[in-house]
Structures are given as structure tokens and as C-alpha cells.
């Protein structure tokens, strides 16, 4: 009657073996490291690298734990944090500026454990320590950044079909083309409407000055900010990866923020200066003009000449550039640093992708003489880098900006253009930084209280159920041990929130054994033999058991489908520990009290309080 197949016993006994072989890498603990990965993408990740970082600390004599490849770089386990700066200061130096030196922190699993996958679940900011950012698109620089580019798409699509018009301008987000007749007007809407469906046309005016109107429809708008999102997204993750951090948390927030958090990070400043700075680059021609002293001056008093915009230089001398953009930084494909050959100057070199290398490629060649401004935008302020005068055709699609102060920031202006630009400018409207001592003081915290809370547990149930609460308190330690497994195994972020989850799991579990134990025992009070009570007590509580589960797990998957952030983290744990509670309320207590009952043939009372 309550005796198990061996097959049950087999499959709970590996069930728990593996939770247990999956849950040790939890007590190792993390070590200070160093992580080397290349600043340029030309560069490998290769055993070349590797014996470089060791023959670098061979030299300086610096003691390492462990060195590894992974596909982020190689990183180097060391014994304390001031080896661990001691050693990142020999590398940078060492290694120059073709890799990028971090700190950070690894994991001590021994290797038999890291052979068979298993890796402690990576913590979260509150508990590991790091720094948060909640940044804030600018939406409306994105559809004017997108007007913008349409304006000067038009202009192509009208000189190449020899449409004549006047004048071409954006107000606002829409384009303004001006003709003499409405002739040469609707033979411009409906060449435009063929080639930019997504924008919606209107002639208007009379005589000789008819105006075409463009505007973006509501589909449109939408889609240009989701694009400029996912592409801030993508943008953010490049960054976050040649500053080789690792396991960052880079998510949206509602229709325009982003969540950035870095956990383990302890360069913050740098994270911080790298991250918050929003760097565009775009390069126009100099309006050669109008670039005279009195318009000059005009501009400055606020008198800027119309097409153009109003900049200054790095020497604070003014620049009248053309609102047409010919390139902007999405076009580029690498940049880095390097030096001018003629005065030892800080540069960056850039390569352009195919489609830019043709645009510049052809402005170049029709612009000799002409002066071409280089334009880097960041955190809605623009300022001239430089401005040189084209001498001749430049093909190649590798292009050399000059005017950096130093070769600090030659390398980190190649940074943000290699890693990719912008969609739409951002800002920093939230920052948070978690020092490592505050969120180890959390984990011991949260540890502290699920272990005082399982104890006060399994104090209360081996007092008031005797045996069977000794049970209870087995199948609890079970489903704690595997929830912590799953976790690991998934690789979940543990943060806080996830913390109480598993607290409030370890309630809940206990829930379904406290019906079981009541359930035997009123069989017993209705005069059934002891083994008949087991079997009806864990027969008769399983539906009721099910039903309460199944209510609680409706409740957590709703927190995980519409929550956010630590809700939704909360939710994840809350609906794991839910699933591991009926494996060990059911299955692991009834197989420990078959093994204690099942195969007495007589039993004259139950220890069950």
C-alpha cells in the first residue's frame, strides 16, 4: 500500500543528486579578476592573446590563481584587490591601447564542476554590487533626425529625375519642396510617393509658388521610434562590451527608457563617462559662402543664414555649416586611435561600411576646395572637431579625423564610434551606484533570513508533528536545494527581490505537508489503521494541494508576464519554488515515509503528534 517502485526511488535519488552536484558552485564564491579584450574588431580572441597577458605578468611577477579564455576576452584570476589593480595597470601598460583592460569578478567553481555546466547563479546589482543607469531617449531629435535625412533623400530624388524646384526646407518634422508650377510639383509627389510611401503628400499654393508637404503618418512616427530604441539598445550593449563587462542588464523601460545595470562593475566612473556620454558624429560641408566676417557676426547676434547652422570649433572660432547632412556615424564600420605622421597629432582613423564610402567618395570629388566640418554631437551640445579643406577625392571609405586634445580621448571617441551610433540622443535621468560591501551586507541578510526562517520552520513541524514533521522538514530542505539548482542551471539573476521569493517559497511549501500531516491524522481520529491513514492523508490532500498551487501559479505568471525589473524577477523565483514544492511535498516526503513505514507490516502508532 505505500511502497514505491524502484523506479520512483532511482528518479527522486537523481533528481537530488543533480540538484546537489548544480548547487555547490554557490559556496565558492567569487574572486578578483581581470578581464583583457580587444579594442579593435581586426583583433582575435586567440591563444596569441593569452600568452601575452601571462608573459605581461610573468615579467612584472605578479602571482595568478587562473587565466582562461572565454569569448568576451581572456580573463585572469587573482588573489586580492590589490593584485588585481596592481596587475590591470602592468597590462594596460603592456599590452597598449590595442585591448581593453577591466576589472572584475569570476567565479572559484573547480573545473570538474565547470565540466559538467555547472556555474553559481549570476547575483544581481543589490547583492553583487555596480552601478545603474536609467537613461531617457530624446524622441523628438529621432523624427527630427529622420526628417532631417529626408530632406536631403528628396533632393537626390529630384536632381536625378531633373525635377526643377526652388527651395527644399524642414519644418519641424515636415518637409517643405518649393516649385513654380503645379505641374512640375505633382510630378514630384507622385515620383516621391513611389519611392517614400511611409510619408503623406499635399500640394498647396497658387501662381508660381506651389508647395509640396510631407509629412510622417502615425505608422511611420512609431516605427522610426521603436527603430530608434532598439537601435540605442544595440548601441548601449557595444559599449557594455568593449568595456568588457559581464553579465550587464541592458532592457527597455516603457515606450523611451533604457535600464542599464552593470553588476560587479568597480571602474563606475569610467562605466559612467562611457555610458552617459551620447555620441553622434556627422560630417557636413562648410557653407564657404556665406562664411565672411559680417555673416559671420550676424550669426553669432542670432542672424544665421537660412540652410545653415550656427558652430564653433575647439578654438571657440564660429563655423557656418549646411543643415544637409552628408554622412552620419551609422555609417561607419571601425574606428581607432592612432597618431598623425607629419606633426604627432592625436586621430582617429576611420573606416566607412560600403554605401558611405561611395557618398563620401563622391562629395569629396565634388567638393575640391571646399571645406568639409566634422561634427560630434554629444548630450545635445555640437561642436566643430574639424573642419579641413578637401584637397582631393578621398575613396577607400577610411577617413582620418584630426583635432583630438589627447590620445585619451582620440581612444575614447573611437570607442563610441566603433561601438555604434546613436539612433537619438540620451540622458542619464537616474543613477544609482551599489558599492560591493553594501550588497555583500545584502546577501548575508537575505541568506540570514531564509536560514532563521527554515529553522523556526523546522522547529515549529518536528514539535508539533514529531516524525512526520522531521519529514517535512527533509522534503523542505529538498525543495530548497532544488530551486537554488534550477536557478543555477538557468542561469538566473538573483537580486533581492528574488531573495524573498525563495523565503516566501519556503512558506508556501510547508503549506502543502501541514495538509498532508492533518489529513493523516484526522484518518487516524476516524479509526483507519496507520497505513490506511497514510495512504488516504496523501491521497485525498493531493487535490487540494494541486488547487492552492494552481491559483498561486496563475498569480506568478501574471507578475512575470505584465511585471517589470524586480517584479519581475520576483516572479520567476516565486513560480520556480511553486513547481519544486509539489515535486518534494508530494513525491520526496511520501518516498522518505515509505522507506520509514511502508514495509512494517504492523505499526501500532503513528509519530505524527
Known amino acids: 500500500m505505500n511502497r514505491y517502485p524502484l523506479w520512483k526511488y532511482v528518479l527522486i535519488g537523481t533528481v537530488f543528486i543533480i540538484g546537489l552536484l548544480y548547487t555547490i558552485p554557490n559556496f565558492f564564491g567569487e574572486s578578483p579578476a581581470v578581464q583583457i579584450s580587444p579594442a579593435k574588431t581586426s583583433l582575435k580572441v586567440d591563444q596569441g592573446l593569452l600568452q601575452k597577458v601571462e608573459d605581461a605578468l610573468k615579467l612584472a611577477d605578479i602571482p595568478v590563481d587562473g587565466m582562461f579564455l572565454d569569448p568576451n576576452g581572456v580573463k585572469v584570476r587573482l588573489a586580492s584587490t590589490d593584485i588585481q589593480l596592481l596587475a590591470k595597470d602592468k597590462l594596460v601598460s603592456a599590452l597598449g591601447k590595442d585591448y581593453t583592460v577591466a576589472l572584475n569578478l569570476v567565479p572559484q567553481t573547480p573545473n570538474w564542476?565547470?565540466?559538467?555546466?555547472?556555474?553559481?547563479?549570476?547575483?544581481?546589482?543589490?547583492?553583487?554590487?555596480?552601478?545603474?543607469?536609467?537613461?531617457?531617449?530624446?524622441?523628438?531629435?529621432?523624427?527630427?533626425?529622420?526628417?532631417?535625412?529626408?530632406?536631403?533623400?528628396?533632393?537626390?530624388?529630384?536632381?536625378?529625375?531633373?525635377?526643377?524646384?526652388?527651395?527644399?526646407?524642414?519644418?519641424?518634422?515636415?518637409?517643405?519642396?518649393?516649385?513654380?508650377?503645379?505641374?512640375?510639383?505633382?510630378?514630384?509627389?507622385?515620383?516621391?510617393?513611389?519611392?517614400?510611401?511611409?510619408?503623406?503628400?499635399?500640394?498647396?499654393?497658387?501662381?508660381?509658388?506651389?508647395?509640396?508637404?510631407?509629412?510622417?503618418?502615425?505608422?511611420?512616427?512609431?516605427?522610426?521610434?521603436?527603430?530608434?530604441?532598439?537601435?540605442?539598445?544595440?548601441?548601449?550593449?557595444?559599449?557594455?562590451?568593449?568595456l568588457g563587462v559581464a553579465e550587464p542588464i541592458v532592457q527597455q523601460q516603457g515606450l523611451d527608457r533604457i535600464v542599464v545595470q552593470l553588476p560587479g562593475v568597480q571602474d563606475t566612473a569610467k562605466a559612467k563617462e562611457i555610458l552617459g556620454r551620447t555620441a553622434t558624429l556627422e560630417i557636413r560641408m562648410v557653407d564657404e559662402e556665406k562664411s565672411d566676417m559680417a555673416t559671420l557676426q550676424k550669426a553669432q547676434a542670432g542672424q544665421v543664414p537660412f540652410g545653415d547652422e550656427l558652430y564653433f570649433d575647439r578654438e571657440g572660432r564660429p563655423v557656418l555649416v549646411k543643415k544637409s547632412v552628408v554622412l552620419t556615424g551609422d555609417r561607419i564600420t571601425d574606428a581607432g586611435p592612432g597618431v598623425n605622421g607629419q606633426n604627432g597629432s592625436s586621430v582617429v582613423n576611420v573606416t566607412l561600411d560600403g554605401r558611405g564610402a561611395g557618398i563620401f567618395k563622391n562629395v569629396t570629388r565634388e567638393n575640391v576646395g571646399k571645406r568639409m566640418a566634422i561634427l560630434l554631437i554629444e548630450k545635445n551640445s555640437t561642436?566643430?572637431?574639424?573642419?579641413?579643406?578637401?584637397?582631393?577625392?578621398?575613396?577607400?571609405?577610411?577617413?582620418?579625423?584630426?583635432?583630438?586634445?589627447n590620445a585619451q580621448e582620440a581612444t575614447d571617441i573611437s570607442l563610441l564610434l566603433r561601438a555604434g551610433a546613436l539612433a537619438a540622443p540620451m540622458e542619464i535621468i537616474e543613477e544609482r551606484t551599489v558599492g560591493p560591501s553594501m550588497g555583500e551586507e545584502n546577501i548575508k541578510r537575505g541568506v540570514h533570513s531564509t536560514l532563521w526562517g527554515f529553522a523556526a520552520i523546522a522547529v515549529m513541524m518536528i514539535i508539533y508533528y514529531m516524525v512526520f514533521g522531521g519529514v517535512s522538514v527533509m522534503a523542505l530542505g529538498v525543495n530548497l536545494l532544488l530551486l537554488v539548482a534550477i536557478l543555477s542551471m538557468?542561469?538566473?539573476?538573483?537580486?533581492?527581490?528574488?531573495?524573498?521569493?525563495?523565503?516566501?517559497?519556503?512558506?508556501?511549501?510547508?503549506?502543502?505537508?501541514?495538509?498532508?500531516?492533518?489529513?493523516?491524522?484526522e484518518e487516524l481520529r476516524n479509526g483507519n489503521t496507520p497505513q490506511a491513514s497514510i495512504h488516504a492523508g496523501y491521497d485525498r490532500a493531493f487535490d487540494t494541494i494541486l488547487d492552492s498551487n494552481v491559483t498561486t501559479l496563475i498569480a506568478g505568471l501574471a507578475l512575470f508576464m505584465f511585471g517589470t525589473g524586480p517584479i519581475k524577477g520576483f516572479a520567476v523565483v516565486h513560480v520556480l519554488g511553486i513547481l519544486t514544492s509539489m515535486f518534494s511535498a508530494v513525491l520526496v516526503s511520501r518516498a522518505i515515509v515509505n522507506l520509514l513505514y511502508g514495509y512494517r507490516r504492523k505499526i501500532e502508532k503513528l509519530r505524527i503528534g
Open 113 to 242: 564542476l565547470q565540466s559538467i555546466g555547472a556555474k553559481p547563479m549570476y547575483l544581481g546589482l543589490d547583492l553583487r554590487g555596480g552601478v545603474h543607469f536609467l537613461l531617457q531617449v530624446d524622441m523628438k531629435a529621432a523624427l527630427d533626425k529622420a526628417a532631417e535625412s529626408t530632406v536631403g533623400d528628396f533632393r537626390m530624388s529630384l536632381r536625378k529625375e531633373k525635377i526643377n524646384y526652388y527651395g527644399i526646407e524642414r519644418q519641424g518634422q515636415v518637409v517643405v519642396v518649393k516649385f513654380e508650377s503645379e505641374a512640375e510639383a505633382t510630378k514630384a509627389r507622385n515620383l516621391l510617393a513611389k519611392n517614400f510611401s511611409d510619408l503623406t503628400y499635399k500640394i498647396s499654393g497658387s501662381d508660381k509658388d506651389f508647395n509640396l508637404t510631407a509629412s510622417m503618418s502615425v505608422m511611420a512616427q512609431k516605427r522610426i521610434q521603436e527603430f530608434a530604441l532598439k537601435q540605442n539598445l544595440q548601441t548601449l550593449h557595444n559599449r557594455i562590451n568593449e
Open 490 to 521: 538557468l542561469q538566473a539573476t538573483l537580486t533581492l527581490p528574488g531573495l524573498a521569493a525563495i523565503a516566501l517559497a519556503l512558506g508556501m511549501a510547508i503549506d502543502a505537508n501541514v495538509l498532508i500531516n492533518e489529513r493523516i491524522r
Open 383 to 405: 561642436e566643430v572637431v574639424t573642419a579641413p579643406v578637401i584637397n582631393e577625392e578621398i575613396g577607400g571609405g577610411r577617413v582620418q579625423i584630426s583635432g583630438m586634445a
